[in-house]
């Protein structure tokens, strides 16, 4: 079942609030330090979360007159916020374990039942929290629930750390053993270090989508799938701009001069479909130009066309004969009639033969692309529907 994330989102806010007013009564109540700095942990938390919230809920909405590109990237700008709250936090764990570790700052020992208790179902709520966030900003690929997640697992690793530094620094005062004194500053600063490298690594992602950053080996992939279409002669611009859950691509494709408006707006739908499948979550816009013809094949390169297709008794009318000089490839391209009905797997594997005889009857032609049509049979108030391979 797919989860709500404005739902997912607000959840997380109550939790930071249950966590907040539970750390601080058992703080006050039993004295503990340790008790009151995760007391204001959660604080940092609950501020966060509101933030997280309201970032949800405003990405969410359509695209107006002043945001064309809609409201998504206030999703990254959240997640920026609370990687700086974790840059922040990971700072004060390494105070805390430098004051113990360099001028001898006593842990509390106060109440250390009650602070485990406490840290215990802190990491409860933390786990169910970062269970359900983790899975709605999988689901719905938001930036800013990642973040609210990856801020509630640094709790867990938090709250662990003080249940394990209490343990241990208990376990050293009762049988006189120092060494475990310095088990909860030593866990801490491993604790914070962590923090700070995936902090770093999720703010460098929210600032690529800030500066429109497209996202690595994107544009090859698309650029493989659409060269892969015989209606396609050339790629020659591909845009990447993510924007929260949606990459809004742009595609400038080169075509045959010849071809109708109702095939190049066949070409382009299909090229939208093929690239949305790869690329769920996106906003395609494809735009096409005539690619020209740079030279008029000679009566030897039309016989050499001739003499494979008349090899195949099912075609005929051969027409549209045309070279295109792209880069430093050449590309031939014709249309052919065919003189019976074939499945499209049939069509396009017979495109492909005759493609391969022709190319290797010419060395210097890289690539040929077939076009298949059936021979029209005109009747009184019938229209008979083109069919391009």
Known sequence: MAIDKQKAALSSVFAAIFLTIMKIVVGIFTGSLGIMSEALHSALDLVA??????????????????????????????????????????????????EKLLFGKDAELMGIHWGILTMAISIIVDASRVKVLKKAAEEHGSQALEADALHFSSDIWSSSVVIVGLICVWLGETFNIPLLKLADPIAALGVALLVIKVSIKLGKRTIDVL???????????????????????????????????????YINVGIEPHQSHKAVHAIAHCIKEKISQKVPRSDVVVSTYPVEVVGILDESINHVVECVVKKFPNCA??????????????????????????????????SHEIGACIACKMNDVDDVSIHFEPIEHHTDGIDVIDKTV
């Open 49 to 98: 979360a509101v933030i997280t919230y309201f970032a949800v809920k405003f990405s969410d909405k359509p695209a107006d007159d002043m945001h064309h590109y809609g409201h998504g990237k206030i999703e990254s700008f959240s997640a920026l916020i609370e990687t700086f709250l974790l840059l922040l936090t990971s700072g004060w764990i390494i105070y805390e374990a430098i």
């Open 211 to 249: 500066l429109d950053t497209a996202p690595k080996g994107l544009s090859e992939v698309i650029a493989t799938e659409i060269s892969q279409m015989d209606s396609v002669l050339e790629v020659a611009e591909i845009r990447i701009r993510p924007s929260g859950a949606i990459q809004f691509i």
């Open 317 to 350: 009318n051969i027409h549209n004969i045309h070279i295109y000089e792209i880069g430093e490839k050449k590309k031939i391209t014709a249309h052919i009639q065919l003189t019976e009905d074939l499945s499209l797997k049939d069509a396009h594997a017979l």
